[in-house]
């Protein structure tokens, strides 16, 4: 069973949203995102964060009060699914707002608990989650499909094998030396000694 985190951004598109959905999913609205899924039709099991963007009324038998002021709604989110059990995670709605949101999603990801497998998904592609505790981005991307390695943490070892570019037990921080990379129609796997994002982009 996974659980489905919906943020108050963009509202996502039938296609995205079709895509992670299952019979086992549980929709849990990220404060307002439980209003964007529910003007979308969909089910939301329990609204989660500090609760001030969200229509009280509608949701108070459903609501869960997240108050640590330190985390981002979002990652609060993500961490007390987890202490429910959930170890996958995908989360919709982060498209749109202020640039401080953009990366605050970005750093929500690394300070996600260990073995966690924690996928945000965008109109243009996802970022996964790419941890030691989580046995890494392990996917099969096909002939000229773009993706990108960032190191959210400094790394002392990054390995991507599988790529037209490949890394060998290469340092990697914050930069854009992973950017652009692609595919040749076979697995690609990347590990690392600390927290990484993959994001690949969606076919054409």
């Given at each position: 069973?996974?659980?489905?985190?919906?943020?108050?951004?963009?509202?996502?598109?039938?296609?995205?949203?079709?895509?992670?959905?299952?019979?086992?999913?549980?929709?849990?609205?990220?404060?307002?995102?439980?209003?964007?899924?529910?003007?979308?039709?969909?089910?939301?099991?329990?609204?989660?964060?500090?609760?001030?963007?969200?229509?009280?009324?509608?949701?108070?038998?459903?609501?869960?009060?997240?108050?640590?002021?330190?985390?981002?709604?979002?990652?609060?989110?993500?961490?007390?699914?987890?202490?429910?059990?959930?170890?996958?995670?995908?989360?919709?709605?982060?498209?749109?707002?202020?640039?401080?949101?953009?990366?605050?999603?970005?750093?929500?990801?690394?300070?996600?608990?260990?073995?966690?497998n924690v996928r945000m998904h965008y109109e243009s592609g996802v970022f996964h989650?790419?941890?030691?505790?989580?046995?890494?981005?392990?996917?099969?991307?096909?002939?000229?499909?773009?993706?990108?390695?960032?190191?959210?943490?400094?790394?002392?070892?990054?390995?991507?094998?599988?790529?037209?570019?490949?890394?060998?037990?290469?340092?990697?921080?914050?930069?854009?030396?992973?950017?652009?990379?692609?595919?040749?129609?076979?697995?690609?796997?990347?590990?690392?000694?600390?927290?990484?994002?993959?994001?690949?982009?969606?076919?054409?």
């Amino acid at each position: 069973m996974k659980a489905i985190l919906w943020c108050n951004g963009a509202l996502p598109s039938e296609s995205i949203v079709g895509e992670i959905m299952s019979s086992t999913s549980l929709i849990f609205g990220v404060d307002g995102g439980a209003d964007k899924a529910s003007s979308m039709g969909y089910d939301v099991f329990k609204v989660l964060g500090d609760l001030d963007s969200v229509e009280h009324s509608k949701w108070e038998d459903r609501s869960i009060f997240l108050d640590d002021q330190s985390k981002s709604d979002l990652s609060k989110s993500i961490h007390y699914v987890n202490s429910l059990g959930f170890e996958e995670v995908d989360v919709v709605g982060v498209e749109g707002g202020d640039y401080g949101h953009v990366f605050g999603a970005f750093a929500a990801l690394n300070e996600a608990p260990e073995g966690m497998n924690v996928r945000m998904h965008y109109e243009s592609g996802v970022f996964h989650l790419s941890s030691p505790s989580n046995n890494g981005f392990n996917e099969l991307i096909e002939k000229g499909r773009k993706f990108s390695v960032f190191a959210l943490s400094s790394c002392m070892k990054v390995n991507v094998i599988g790529g037209k570019w490949e890394l060998a037990g290469q340092q990697l921080k914050m930069s854009t030396r992973g950017l652009s990379n692609e595919g040749l129609g076979a697995l690609v796997r990347v590990t690392s000694d600390g927290v990484v994002a993959v994001y690949v982009e969606r076919s054409r």
